[in-house]
């Protein structure tokens, strides 16, 4: 499910970039909390990280001789608390994508968003359903197929809406090639009918594993404190990002669903003049086709992720005082 | 020596060995797979660091990352395949400074990654015509060879000491440190444990995803051993939240110089518009 | 009978060596103990010997038959040799991946399709022969050092090898239960099983073994003496026992 680089569009890839900030700032504050009651928990995080990283690699057979790999984010949640996880998995995803070549490095915002944020979160919700309604297996099942399949229907969007949003004046596409229509059945075939039970299976008998054999070391869920203010924080921050990207771009307010259609079916019916050999040969005229009407779209996406980043970082160095020693 | 004693051994284990009689039938070994897969990650963390080349040039650690993520940005953003072709002949010159050895291993990596990118686009021919595809895919192709070149030259702590450098939390620097460093741990214990199970493993697995679990319930309950106890070293020797491992390195006019064209043709991509 | 032969046998580690160029015989039913200072390689020729890793130069023969990659390669064949040899692990962390003792011992037994009652004798004996009966049911995982590396003995006899390879299996045994484990090494020696252990603690093994191959820093073989032999050997002796 990771998504390389050149897929996503830069303005796609610094949006979720942007709208993972918030998320990571939050985990961060929530993951100190945790730390405080049980300390191990800071080594823990990159240990996490080195354990993902493994279950990521790590070739499970299938039926009919082919092999899938799980990525373990309901399993992490449940392990070592969602929040933990959140972090864990982003460290692998940046490991992975900067040193070892798997999925893209500027497509990290977009690959966090949906392995270390919507798998763990959606899986461990249900993993607590379950628990409450005392099928807790049931639950942790439940949750694993609809953390990865949810991501994956995820990801499938971010793919095909990029014929969309991004495409030259003849409506070449520009990054994915693959329309909503095509990208999003693939991704949910695939995991429906495989990874998902893949999946399961995985997390299932891991969790057997450790709650036959250690079952204090599982993620005690804490005591509900007041957590309001967190959960407004971050459905402010979530909610906002996002909104301030889509007023300086008018491509995404301008659909409707009848424009919706008529390009998608443009993109996937049309016959089209070799792209690359126009815009080989009129160099110039490609350009000056393009820098019209105003505010260009990328010097919007471009600021807000700078902002973001700056944010998150002025954010995480307020933090980080708290830890450090008085001097 | 024979023993003194009268031989009290159960009547079974006192026989030889009798082997199981077997239907041969198509198995797929995928322990020995995965060992293969460990093996080549143990490898890659057990890399020597790469030897630094003798310029002037060299850039700092933290530049580099930098540099390779503008670099990415800017073949993201340009359509041209003129401008594409430019930004590949720089990479190519780039690649004339590494060893041979470097070189190879760069040429392998890149080829099998391109030639995965091509399988997964390749459907887009019937959808988008050939010249999408090949636009694509030489784009993509040029982003996997920009990547590939900064691990090959870049050493697994260089991209600790950017991190640091960029003014990343310390947690999340230590993190980072610890997790490569466990990675190497966990991955020699998956390895060993996988060995030890192929060495009982007399007959085909009826149930792969039982020994898979517990195989990787293991290894959790082993990580868990294992930051218990890096949480009492580290504080032990004083840890105080505060995670000074990796140096700092200072960034220099000349890597602000060395960086600036990318930013000088980032910018005017972006006020083009494109 | 001629049971393990190999001629001019290496190992090559990524950045060292492991094994070089080792010649030996090993006969069904010999009692061997490797000896030598750390890194040396014991542990390496136990590998190579349980097919765990391939010789980088050199054959290794097991019962006639030329062991080599591709003939590893083959599931069937893999898994009939280590059905002939077992292997306790210097770690023996790593070698216990079951829930309960219990389990841990049938593991192997339970692939071989024996019925349940069958493998429940196994299981029952493998635990007694090795002091292990108390701890049946507990966690592997949670065992203590020396309680793992009975559980593990006890599993590599529940599948009745022919060839026992033992890294270091006294290490963190207690004197008594050091005599105990030899003892039982000793029984299955007498029941034509043969023995090769790495030790480095020559004063324990010394009046077990039939035979002493000990390797120097080089990785080579420095000597391939018997007991006997061995005893008349006093300078020798007195390097073994600084090991
Ligand atoms: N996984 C490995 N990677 C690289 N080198 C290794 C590895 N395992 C062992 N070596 C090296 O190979 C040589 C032989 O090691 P081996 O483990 O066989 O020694 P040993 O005789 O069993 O030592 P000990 O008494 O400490 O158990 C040593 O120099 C060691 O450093
Ligand atoms: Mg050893």
Redesign the pocket.
Same mark, same amino acid.
């Given at each position: 499910m990771h998504i390389p680089d050149n897929y996503l569009s830069p303005a796609t890839c610094g949006t979720l970039a942007v709208a993972m900030t918030p998320i990571w700032t939050v985990a961060v504050l929530k993951v100190k909390v945790q730390i405080k009651q049980h300390r191990e928990t800071l080594p823990m995080l990159g240990i996490a990280a080195s354990l993902a990283f493994l279950i990521m690699m790590f070739n499970l057979p299938i039926p009919g001789g082919t092999t899938a790999h799980a990525v373990g984010g309901t399993l992490l949640a449940v392990l070592i608390g969602p929040w933990a996880a959140c972090l864990a998995l982003t460290v692998t995803l940046v490991l992975q994508a900067v040193l070892f070549g798997d999925g893209g490095i500027l497509a990290i915002g977009a690959n966090a968003l949906n392995m270390a944020v919507i798998m763990p979160f959606v899986g461990y919700a249900c993993y607590r359903l379950g628990q409450k309604w005392h099928h807790e297996k049931l639950g942790l099942a439940v949750g694993a197929y609809v953390g990865i399949n949810t991501a994956a229907l995820v990801a499938g969007i971010e793919l095909g809406l990029q014929p969309l949003l991004a495409h030259s004046a003849s409506g070449a596409p520009l990054y994915c090639p693959y329309g909503l229509n095509v990208a999003v059945p693939a991704m949910l075939l695939a995991h429906l009918l495989v990874a998902g039970w893949v999946e399961v299976a995985f997390t299932l008998l891991v969790f057997q594993f450790v709650k036959k054999v250690a079952p204090t070391n599982l993620y005690q869920t804490p005591i509900r404190t007041n957590q309001r203010p967190w959960l407004y924080l971050l459905g402010g921050l979530v909610l906002l990002t996002p909104l301030g990207l889509l007023a300086s771009n008018t491509a995404w307010g301008e659909w409707s669903t009848s424009e919706l259609k008529t390009m998608l079916t443009q993109q996937h019916v049309s016959t089209q003049v070799p792209q690359g050999m126009v815009s080989g040969l009129h160099f110039k005229a490609l350009f000056s086709d393009y820098a019209i009407a105003g505010l260009p779209v990328s010097v919007g996406y471009i600021l807000s992720g700078v902002t973001a980043i700056l944010i998150f970082l002025l954010l995480m160095r307020g933090l980080q005082h708290e830890t450090q020693p008085t001097k | 020596m024979k023993p003194s004693q009268p031989n009290k051994l159960p009547t079974w284990l006192a026989q030889p060995t009798t082997p199981v009689p077997r239907a041969p039938r198509h198995q797929v070994n995928f322990l020995a797979r995965n060992q293969r897969h460990v093996q080549a990650l143990l490898a890659r963390l057990a890399q020597p660091a790469p030897v630094p080349r003798a310029t002037h040039w060299q850039l700092t650690p933290p530049m580099r990352l930098l540099q390779l993520g503008l670099m990415l940005l800017v073949i993201s953003l340009v359509h041209s395949p003129v401008g594409l072709w430019l930004l590949a002949l720089l990479i190519g010159g780039q690649l004339l400074l590494l060893s041979p050895s470097q070189l190879r291993r760069f040429i392998v990596s890149w080829a099998l990654s391109s030639l995965l990118a091509l399988s997964f686009i390749w459907p887009s021919y019937w959808l988008a015509g050939p010249s999408t595809l090949l636009l694509f895919w030489g784009k993509s192709s040029l982003l996997l060879a920009n990547a590939q070149y900064y691990r090959v030259t870049t050493a697994l702590t260089d991209f600790l000491t950017a991190l640091k450098a960029w003014h990343c939390p310390d947690v999340i620097v230590m993190t980072f440190a610890i997790a490569l460093t466990y990675l190497r741990m966990l991955g020699n214990y998956l390895l060993q444990t996988m060995a030890a199970l192929d060495m009982r493993t007399v007959a085909p697995t009826k149930h792969p995803y039982r020994l898979i679990g517990s195989l990787f319930g293991q290894l959790y309950l082993k990580s868990y051993a294992y930051a218990l106890e890096l949480y009492a070293a580290m504080e032990a020797r004083g840890f105080n939240g505060h995670y000074v491992t990796v140096p700092t390195t200072h960034v220099r006019w000349r890597d602000y110089l060395v960086v600036s064209p990318y930013v000088g043709v980032l910018l005017v991509l972006i006020l083009r518009g494109v | 009978m001629e049971l393990i032969k190999t001629a001019a046998l290496s190992y090559d580690?990524?950045? *060292?060596c $492991?094994l070089d160029h080792l010649d030996l015989t090993i006969q069904t039913g010999e009692f061997v103990c490797l000896m030598?200072p750390? $890194?040396? $390689?014991?542990? *390496?020729l136990l590998r190579i010997l349980s097919g765990l890793a391939v010789a980088s130069a050199g054959t290794y023969t097991f019962d006639g038959q030329v062991i080599d990659a591709a003939w590893l390669a083959r599931p069937a064949q893999r898994q009939q040799l280590h059905q002939q040899i077992g292997m306790v692990f210097?770690n023996t962390d790593v070698q216990l991946f079951n829930s309960s003792v219990a389990e841990e011992v049938a593991f192997g037994p339970r692939q071989l399709g024996l019925s349940p009652a069958a493998i429940d004798q196994r299981v029952t004996d493998c635990l007694a022969l090795t002091g292990a009966t108390a701890f049946r049911d507990r966690v592997p995982y949670q065992l203590s050092g020396g309680e793992k590396k009975r559980v593990a003995l006890a599993s590599v006899l529940a599948l009745n090898p022919t060839v026992l390879l033992l890294d270091?299996p006294l290490n963190g045994l207690t004197i008594s239960a050091q005599t105990e484990m030899l003892a039982l090494l000793q029984q299955l020696q007498a029941a034509e099983k043969t023995i090769i252990m790495?030790s480095?603690n020559y004063q324990q093994v010394q009046t077990v073994g039939d035979r002493f191959i000990i390797?120097n820093e080089q990785?080579q073989i420095a000597a391939d003496v018997t007991q006997a032999e061995l005893a008349a050997q006093t300078t020798r002796q007195a390097e073994l026992m600084k090991l």
């Open positions: - | - | 580690y990524p950045q *060292t $492991g030598g750390n $890194g040396s $390689g014991k542990s *390496t210097q270091e790495a480095h390797f990785h």
